[in-house]
């Protein structure tokens, strides 16, 4: 996750004090205690969206774990220091035993945050949510009413998803907006911006289109390039305005890394003597973060390196718990994440920015490519962005019999 409004906070504090703030920097030089967990805890869902990398729908699904099984995933995240775990799904609230679990939780003290479409929160179940204690809860949408439904395939799914925004707002639980942004609804990101200020909410979470699930299907209806770059200068904006007003909102991005360097140029090209100190913190964080600080478990007890991994399965709780099965590097992927730098080809290898995007995401290569080490198709920065210049290898990927990529490599 890219946290825009930390680094735009620390900019207009610089501005005010004439002193960049120093913030304590995450590190990939060192493994964390444990990673944040994302825990589809139940496939089933009452939705059957366009872009579900889980590609659910509403029926049971067989081998998920019991409760038994999943108290006792719960104790071994505590055991390695977890420092969040999100409960997602599928739907989570369509699973029968999410209670037990969420009170188990916060007996370990650890926190916890749901994922959810809203749909199924009404007054009694926005009084669980808020008695439960969740430290966030994101509700997903698409854009505008019309757009939403077309995505979610559901009529009302919008009314109901910003009701359930409205009835936890009002319990005081710190919500958010989940936002996937394709060339099908770009043209929604302004009046959904313009909506989370109006209704107070706490947090704009833009997800770039990640290829898995049903949202590799629809990797042809991605965002072009173009409008990557007008989006995310609109957050920029956004989220520097908020820091200069000093309002409580936070603007934040995943799925694609080069969202730090493009950051940093955004940065510079406005208040260039901060450029040094932002670099230096955006290295700090160090970009991607599968199968480093960040993990999955699937509702079967797979582990994956983040959930768009569910075609490469680490092991199972069941059999190995997730405190052994995450520091294992005999996994040639798993090696190859937690390496720094990662073992990148193309563009990638040559990037000036390496250090603040760690290569970005490395499933979009493996999905075009068939190899996850090759540069990132998603990467929207051009050549002169990240200071590739003659000779560099690059990867060009062209449509073939609408089934399948072509890659040829080519020199500049």
Same mark, same amino acid.
């Given at each position: ?7 735009? !906070? ?62 006792? %995933? ?7 220091? /977890? ?18 679990? /969420?009170?188990?939780? #916060? ?5 916890? *945050? ?58 005081? %639980? ?11 609804? *770009? ?42 770059? &007008? *989006? ?23 799925? $694609? ?26 290295? *700090?964080?160090?970009? $991607? ?15 994956? =390196? ?10 199972? %709780? ?23 730098? !990662?073992? %990148? ?17 490395? /499933? #979009?290569? &493996? &999905? ?8 990132? =198709? ?16 690059? /990867? ?17």
């Amino acid at each position: 996750m890219f946290r825009i409004s930390q680094y735009l !906070r620390q900019i207009a504090e610089a501005e005010r004090t004439g002193v960049y703030p120093s913030r304590p920097g995450r590190a990939h030089g060192a493994l964390p205690p444990g990673p944040v967990v994302i825990w589809n805890l139940i496939r089933r869902c009452n939705l059957t969206c366009r872009h579900c990398y889980a590609l659910s729908a509403d029926h049971d699904y067989a081998g998920e774990l019991s409760t038994a099984e999943a108290l006792a %995933v719960l104790a071994d995240l505590k055991a390695m220091r /977890v420092p969040m775990a999100i409960l997602s799904g599928g739907e989570p609230l369509m699973r029968p035993d999410l209670w037990t679990l /969420v009170d188990e939780a #916060r007996r370990l003290r650890l926190p916890v *945050a749901l994922s959810t479409n809203g749909t199924l929160i009404d007054a009694a179940t926005a009084d669980l949510i808020a008695a439960a204690g969740f430290a966030y809860v994101g509700i997903s949408l698409d854009g505008l009413a019309a757009t939403h439904d077309r995505f979610r395939r559901m009529a009302g799914a919008f009314d109901r998803s910003l009701a359930a925004l409205r009835l936890l707002h009002a319990r005081g %639980v710190r919500v958010g907006l989940r936002y996937t942004m394709t060339a099908l609804n *770009a043209q929604d990101l302004p009046a959904l911006l313009a909506l989370m200020r109006a209704e107070g909410i706490d947090k704009f979470y833009f997800s770039h289109l990640n290829y898995a699930g049903r949202g590799n299907l629809h990797r042809a209806a991605d965002a072009q390039f173009q409008a990557t770059r &007008q *989006a995310m200068e609109a957050l920029f904006e956004r989220a520097w305005q908020a820091a200069v007003d000093g309002r409580d909102e936070e603007y934040v991005t995943g799925n $694609n890394d080069a969202d730090g360097p493009f950051l940093l140029q955004w940065a510079a090209a406005r208040w260039p003597r901060w450029q040094a100190p932002l670099r230096a913190a955006l290295e *700090a964080w160090g970009g $991607n973060a599968s199968g480093v600080h960040v993990a999955n478990i699937d509702n079967l007890g797979n582990v994956h =390196p983040d959930t768009m991994w569910w075609h490469h399965t680490l092991g199972n %709780v069941r059999e190995r718990p997730l405190s052994a099965i995450w520091p294992d590097t005999s996994d040639p992927l798993m090696a190859g994440l937690k390496q720094r730098p !990662r073992p %990148v080809g193309g563009r990638c290898a040559a990037c000036a920015h390496l250090a603040i995007c760690g290569g970005n995401t490395r /499933v #979009r290569a &493996q &999905q075009i490519t068939g190899d996850p080490w090759a540069e990132d =198709p998603g990467c929207y920065l051009d050549d002169d962005e990240i200071g590739v210049q003659g000779g560099a290898e690059r /990867v060009v990927v062209t449509p073939f019999s609408g089934r399948r990529k072509v890659v040829a490599v080519v020199a500049d």
